[in-house]
């Protein structure tokens, strides 16, 4: 059956009107993304966004004690398949050498504004008193896994270093370089002092009991609850007292942190 | 019949408008609205770095309760795979696999309008949403308190008896997209009232909960919070349920507004006056019966 002119009329008019909504619609939509995507890019618009790590961080402080222990489990909750994320086999030549002899050449320096730096063999490391905790390890692209970890406290290593009163921040350096790219793609992160001295904050060289594998940050790996997975720094080197982040790489305090990622990773 | 009762009992006194929303309800509906909309958004696009969802402490990388992928059929092209347990269904062009700018399929786990920034940035997308769940939690602590202490959600929105009696009643009249004329139109109907408690009580403040969980810092300073949820997984699902149920409650919002009188409820909810309609047109009224 065929329209009468009439409706025909005004079914086309209907339609266009349709069109003219829908037209409407995903130019607003386009105006709106646009947008968004601008601001995303703008300087100004970012700094007032960033400005919410600084409430964070501050508002985690002040419900957070120093000594509150992030929660442990059992071993029956440990992940049967704990994966692996960011470098997990890193090829800079330094690292395979070491993992060619079984890193019994590596040191860990810890180093800059510390009384007595200090040099140490994994074995050093592990005739220090140690501690196991099974902790659930939060990556910031949303996943879980739980595992467990033995490692030195960290606390007892820089008490014994001696921190210079105007140390801040600790500062890991990292034997791994990320996507390809010279020096400044060496990954590394930083802790305020309050993790530093936190009793579950260790250098990790064991993983549900075994030594640490490649993978998850062989021969040691920082872990410090808390915080999440870009936290934890793995391939460890060099730990620097520091009392300002800003001379280092991209001045933000960890790799993931100068590509736009909080410092403070509590959150 | 109890909309059509009142309506007709108190025709005399009903008054040409009234003034329903006050200053601080408009204002903080209106950013929420906004702040919603931005979380969402770039919740989404924080939710591509990992398109699944879990339940319990860790996740299952094996058996996710939602997973949203892109796969290559037999010929070669991209199929868009939405995962619910362990039931597939193919949704390409949607989830899984879109168009992008210059219109060939690219794996992407929701379209680049559905997310904020369109393009994928972790990073970005974090800061957005955390700069808008704190403007979230204050601009709804803003709303409950002074609405508590002023007593709005007790007098206007906390379900009364009849609102009970009349819940039948109230499912027919929607079911027949019937709204109340007159004396009725003055307060809220007893599903209206469910579905703001719903977001005000449950949902929102669910949103915030879950959100929090999620945060390692906050598990260890609560640890009530990971272990009432079931988990950081199942928090982070509930997060996600929580989310698109808020979706359903603004569509169901936008069509009873658009059905009660779009002009009359957009100055409502921006001046504060609402006029009440009038319950003669009400089909159900006695004099309209006569």
């Known amino acids: ?267 | 019949m109890a909309v059509a009762d009142v309506a007709s009992a108190g025709a005399e006194e009903v008054p040409d408008r009234i003034y329903r929303h006050s200053g601080l309800t408009r204002a903080t509906h209106w950013i929420n609205a906004i702040t919603l909309f931005v979380l969402l958004l770039s919740g989404l696009n924080i939710f591509m770095a990992e398109p699944g969802l879990f339940i319990g402490q860790y996740a299952d990388f094996d058996h996710p309760a939602v997973r949203i992928f892109a796969a290559h059929a037999a010929d070669g092209h991209l199929v868009g795979v939405t995962q619910i347990g362990n039931s597939q269904i193919t949704t390409t062009g949607f989830l899984g696999v879109s168009n992008n700018a210059t219109g060939h399929p690219v794996a992407r786990t929701w379209p680049t309008w559905m997310t904020l920034p369109s393009y994928r940035d972790l990073a970005t997308a974090r800061r957005w949403h955390f700069f808008f769940a704190w403007v979230l939690v204050i601009n709804g602590a803003a709303y409950l308190a002074w609405n508590t202490y002023v007593r709005h959600i007790q007098k206007d929105l906390w379900l009364t008896r009849q609102d009970i009696a009349e819940i039948p009643q109230s499912v027919v009249d929607h079911a027949l997209l019937r709204h109340p004329t007159g004396l009725a139109a003055t307060r809220y109907n007893v599903l209206q009232k469910l579905a703001y408690l719903a977001v005000i009580l449950v949902l929102v403040p669910g949103m915030v909960l879950t959100g929090l969980t999620m945060s390692p810092g906050m598990d260890a300073a609560l640890p009530i919070l990971p272990w009432a949820f079931g988990g950081r997984q199942t928090a982070r699902t509930l997060h996600f349920v929580f989310a698109w149920s808020l979706v359903l409650f603004f569509i169901v919002h936008m069509v009873e507004m658009v059905l009660a009188g779009p002009i009359n409820e957009i100055t409502s909810i921006v001046t504060g006056w609402y006029r009440v309609p009038k319950a003669h047109s009400a089909p159900h009224s006695d004099k309209g019966a006569v």
């Open chain 1, 1 to 267: 059956m065929s329209d009468t002119p009439i409706l025909a009329q005004i079914r086309s008019a209907a339609l266009a009107r349709r069109n003219w909504l829908k037209a409407g619609l995903a130019s607003l939509g386009g105006l709106w993304l646009a947008g968004c995507d601008q601001l995303s890019n703008n300087t100004a618009a970012l700094k007032v966004l960033e400005s919410a790590e600084g409430l964070t961080r501050r508002a985690q402080r002040l419900v957070l004690t120093p000594g509150q222990l992030a929660p442990e489990f059992k071993a029956s909750d440990i992940s049967p398949n704990f994966k692996a994320n960011g470098s997990v086999d890193p090829q800079d030549a330094a690292y395979r050498a070491h993992v060619a002899n079984g890193f019994v050449d590596w040191r860990l320096s810890i180093e800059g504004l510390v009384q007595h730096p200090m040099k140490l063999s994994l074995a050093d490391l592990k005739a220090r008193k140690s501690r196991t905790q099974i902790t659930r390890h939060d990556c910031v692209e949303g996943w879980s896994c739980i595992g467990q970890w033995t490692g030195a406290p960290l606390a007892d290593l820089i008490r014994e270093a001696g921190l210079k009163p105007e140390a801040k921040f600790l500062v890991f350096h990292c034997m791994d370089t990320m996507g390809g790219g010279g020096e400044d793609n060496r990954y590394y992160e930083s802790i305020a002092l309050a993790d530093a001295f936190h009793p579950q904050t260790l250098l990790a060289y064991e993983m549900n009991g075994a030594p640490l594998a490649v993978p998850h940050g062989a021969p040691v790996r920082l872990r410090v609850e808390r915080h999440l997975g870009y936290k934890q720094a793995k391939y460890l080197e060099r730990i620097e007292a520091v009392a300002s982040l800003d001379g280092l790489h991209g001045g933000k305090g960890g790799y993931w942190p100068d590509r736009g990622y909080e410092w403070y990773a509590g959150i």
